[in-house]
């Protein structure tokens, strides 16, 4: 979906600008899902990939049934730690995105400025629920408004006279409106 499509459909640009908005997030909940899922993958195929050459080492090395097992030992303990390294990056990339997601929900107009000036410490990430981010970014709002937009409207400008242009309130002299339409038809007073 992009504006043109949008303008086809005879939208006025405030319609167009909220509907675009909505249609962002969204999709950005469902490119951070895939980036994740991405990840995941490309990690545990390192793994897998990693466990197959170990066990062509360990099929060499079939001599003695002791150091086979101490070799066998060894290999899990490093899968334990490298499951565990995914899951931990898995983590900080949730979050990540979670609090990316939050910045522009809150109407941060450069994430990645506003995540520098974040406290990443006391921030929680929880069953996909952040903690600690709302007041830090009300606080950021009062302190560095330029980083977000405003929702405040702006005051509309107009360019039309106003006022009384057929002069209906002094019939004797002729409104301006009246000099003009004479003057153009050839009429003189």
């Given at each position: 979906m992009n504006k043109d499509f949008l303008k086809e459909l005879r939208l006025k640009d405030d319609a167009i600008a909220k509907v675009m908005k909505a249609y962002d997030k969204d999709i950005q909940d469902f490119k951070d899902q895939i980036k994740t899922k991405d990840d995941t993958i490309a990690g545990l195929n390192?793994?897998?990939d990693q466990?197959?050459?170990?066990?062509?080492?360990l099929k060499k090395q079939v001599e003695g049934n002791d150091d086979l097992q101490k070799q066998v030992a060894e290999y899990?303990?490093?899968m334990e730690e490298m499951t565990k390294n995914?899951?931990?990056h898995e983590a900080a990339l949730k979050k990540g995105f979670a609090i990316s997601n939050a910045i522009r929900d809150a109407g941060g107009k450069n994430a990645k400025a506003i995540e520098a000036?974040?406290?990443?410490?006391?921030?929680?990430?929880?069953?996909?629920?952040?903690?600690?981010?709302?007041?830090?970014?009300?606080?950021?709002k009062k302190s560095d408004d330029y980083l977000f937009t405003?929702?405040?409207?702006?005051?509309q400008v107009s360019f039309t006279a106003s006022g009384n242009p057929s002069n209906?309130?002094?019939?004797?002299q002729p409104s301006l409106v009246d000099k003009i339409a004479a003057r153009m038809t050839g009429i003189k007073e």
């Open positions: 390192g793994q897998v466990s197959n050459e170990q066990l062509k080492a899990q303990k490093k995914n899951q931990a000036l974040l406290d990443q410490e006391t921030i929680n990430f929880e069953d996909g629920k952040l903690s600690g981010l709302d007041k830090q970014l009300e606080g950021l405003s929702q405040e409207k702006k005051p209906a309130t002094n019939t004797k």
